[in-house]
């Protein structure tokens, strides 16, 4: 069945390029007809420390005073709020502690033992105000999972690649033994395991093939059967960056991009929503919806993209007005889709219940 599905896929992509954008589009506009979903987000790069070194990242830093503190996170927070965003997007480089000594003694100094467990201390104090978080803290284990289950509305992890090869020398995820992708897979499965609503994805342009690219979006089909945890599929296209390793590497070619939005379409179950990123497209948006995307992912109104710092977002209202003059509707949603709200704490349903109901976010 496995490789029947493949091959079917595999022709689709070589053979009727234009039939599977149909496909996907019709898919698409089924299941969520002309609305197009986005988070207002809040962007806290909480540490750029890492135990890895990806060839195309330059987030990453040896610089401890590239943490935020907890008091510089309040000021932070209230930022969040006069500006009206519902997600705190909590972003960090991988457990640096098991790298920096650095790392270690800061964390110490806020009695905490681990950088998950000083994730969830920002967790809290983001729900206090009530804003929703979601956090992106890389390989961690099922019971570090368990610990900030309920103090998120979904967890995140990208898949990037199924592809062990890139892990070989000189290739993206040489220096990132954590982005093999059986650990990533084992992740998202115990994600599943424990009913967190789920962020995964693909980078594209990392050196992969398109049979890999399959092959990654089948895995994480096939979790998701499981588990049906998954609430998002990112294709995020890879996007040279001055200063790493990959500067001078090509930027994904746009048919491999769009194409590669059609096949998670097609690829992963109805419940799943598709999204591509708009400030790394922004040339090309009605395709991305077009081929199959109904989610712009993230938009901060007030925080650059630090991942992509020279990627800036459109403005919401621009970006709205823009996708209206070709038929479609910007609507804002939260950073848990309503279909996974029930697998959240009751506490945390209780916050989105008395204060993102009765706004004009998408609910239930
Ligand atoms: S991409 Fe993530 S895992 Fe890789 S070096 Fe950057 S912060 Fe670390």
Redesign the pocket.
């Known amino acids: 069945m496995y490789k029947m599905n493949f091959d079917y896929y595999l022709s689709l992509l070589n053979n009727e390029p234009q039939e599977l954008q149909s496909l996907a589009n019709e898919k698409a506009r089924n299941l969520f007809g002309q609305t197009i979903t986005y988070s207002r987000n809040f962007f806290v790069p909480i540490t ?1 420390q ?5 060839g ?5 830093s040896d610089d401890v005073n590239s943490w935020i503190t907890p008091d510089s996170f309040q000021s932070l927070l209230e930022k969040a709020k006069s500006v009206k965003c519902s997600e705190i997007l909590l ?4 457990k640096p502690e098991e790298k920096y000594e650095t790392a270690r003694e800061f964390l110490q100094r806020y009695s905490c033992n681990s950088t998950v467990e000083y994730v969830k201390m920002f967790c809290e104090l983001a729900l206090e105000e009530k804003l929703l978080p979601h956090s992106n803290l ?1 390989v961690i284990t099922l019971e570090e999972l368990r610990n900030l289950k309920d103090f998120n509305a979904s967890l995140g992890l990208m898949l990037e690649s199924s592809s062990v090869r890139l892990l070989d020398k000189d290739k993206a ?1 040489y ?2 033994p ?2 093999d992708p059986k650990l990533r897979l084992e992740v998202i499965e115990d994600a599943g395991k424990l009913r967190i609503p789920f962020t995964s994805g693909l980078l594209i342009g990392i050196g992969e093939t398109k049979e890999e690219r399959i092959e990654s979006l089948m895995h994480l089909q096939n979790i998701n059967k499981k588990y049906q945890h998954i609430q998002e599929i990112i294709i995020q296209n890879f996007n040279p960056q001055k200063g790493t390793p990959m500067q001078d590497y090509p930027p994904p070619k746009e048919k491999d991009v769009l194409l590669t939005i059609a096949l998670s379409r097609i690829i992963m179950g109805s419940n799943v929503n598709i999204q591509a990123p708009p400030n790394l497209n922004r040339d090309r948006i009605f395709d991305l919806l077009n081929y199959g995307a109904n989610d712009l992912g993230g938009i901060s109104p007030a925080t650059i993209d630090y ?1 992509n710092p020279n990627m800036t977002w459109q403005e919401e209202s621009h970006l709205g007005k823009n996708l209206e003059s070709e038929g479609f509707v910007l609507k804002q949603r939260l950073p848990v889709y309503p279909h996974y709200e029930k697998y959240l704490s009751r506490t945390m349903r209780k916050i989105i219940e008395d204060k993102y109901r009765n706004e004009e976010i998408i609910s239930p």
């Open positions: 750029r890492c135990r890895n070194r990806c195309y990242c330059s987030f990453v972003t960090l480089g991988e890389g995820h220096n990132s954590t982005k991942i």
